[in-house]
């Protein structure tokens, strides 16, 4: 498979919402096993702004070990502020990685100016490579062009996960330097980023249904796009469905247990589906289709 995969995975957890250690390494597992390339642990799939310092340390401390020599590693360490987001950098700097995604600040929203200063100051301490992360369905902010340009130049600023408009992404894509990374996050049209020799994709859902997702990327690679549009309708309706038909991560920690990944995916107060809505859901055609009927293996 040429296409880099990353999946951002979810973060199990007990019920005390401490870190769930088996159902991490079956998660990641389940990546590796069905063909992904790389994975961002402790990004906005993994809540990792919800979660509270001793479980964030635990999960880059555990991920980055269990991960090791099995594909690209990633972390997330944006936070609120500098110096929060500067400390976590700073734990998750001492583990082997490929690099930290730092997310921009999301409760003060920062002017174009004052974000070239913020993540110029994490770049210029950090000792590993810094990728910039433009989200903002969840900052209110958006990276703009400039800003990002400015940006590349800095040398420990190696590249950015675009997850706006695709048509941004493909303007960025024209306008930095070639050894500046730019992966978009567009997971409803992948058949179609691979046809056009975009060689990497990073998103949440590869990390639910990794199988799905590497299937659409070796359809289309070997030219069997009819297959590949199947595939990627497929994801593209489970998506939909998971963001406006049932709750996000109560949904997806079902698909996951099924799929013999043990754990919860989000901290209290969030609660799993109900009785009701758990029949309903793996009554839905696509879902016996991807991950069977029965939520028995779910816990």
Same mark, same amino acid.
């Given at each position: ?36 390339? *790389? ?6 799939? &993994? ?15 555990? %991920? ?13 360490? *944006? ?19 490929? %690099? ?5 600040? $999301? ?11 913020? $993540?110029? %100051?994490?770049?210029?301490?950090? *000792? ?33 996960? #675009? ?23 567009? #997971? ?7 046809? #056009? ?6 998103? %949440? ?17 070997? &030219? ?13 309706? $489970? ?61």
């Amino acid at each position: 498979m040429k296409t880099h995969l990353i999946s951002a995975i979810l973060t199990p957890l007990n019920d005390d919402d401490t870190l769930h250690l088996d159902g991490l390494a079956r998660h990641l597992e389940d990546q590796w096993r069905n063909g992904i390339t *790389g994975v961002l642990i402790a990004g906005s799939m &993994g809540v990792m702004q919800l979660l509270d310092d001793a479980t964030y340390r635990d999960l880059v401390r555990h %991920g980055t070990q269990l991960a090791h020599g099995r594909g690209e590693v990633l972390v997330g360490a *944006g936070d609120t502020s500098f110096k929060r987001t500067l400390q976590r950098i700073e734990y998750a700097e001492q583990f082997d990685i490929d %690099g930290i995604v730092v997310l921009s600040p $999301f409760f003060a929203t920062l002017g174009q100016a004052d974000l070239i200063v913020y $993540f110029e %100051g994490l770049a210029d301490r950090s *000792g590993k490579p810094i990728y910039l992360y433009d989200l903002p369905i969840a900052t209110r902010t958006s990276l703009q062009l400039e800003t990002v340009l400015r940006l590349s130049k800095h040398p420990n600023i190696r590249g950015i996960k #675009c997850s706006g408009e695709w048509t941004a992404t493909r303007r960025l894509m024209d306008h930095v330097d070639k050894g500046f990374r730019v992966v978009p996050a567009q #997971c409803d049209i992948l058949d179609m980023l691979v046809r #056009c020799d975009v060689n990497s994709n990073l998103d %949440g859902i590869y990390a639910v249904l990794p199988d799905l997702s590497v299937g659409i990327v070796e359809a289309a690679e070997r &030219g069997d796009y009819a297959l590949a549009a199947v595939k990627q309708r497929q994801l593209t309706e $489970f998506r939909q469905m998971i963001l406006t038909k049932y709750p996000l991560f109560p949904a997806s920690k079902a698909v996951l247990n099924v799929r013999g990944v043990p754990g919860k995916f989000y901290p209290a107060p969030i609660k799993p589906l109900d009785p009701g809505q758990l029949e309903r859901f793996f009554a839905e055609p696509l879902i016996r289709e991807l991950v069977g009927t029965s939520p028995a293996a779910e816990g």
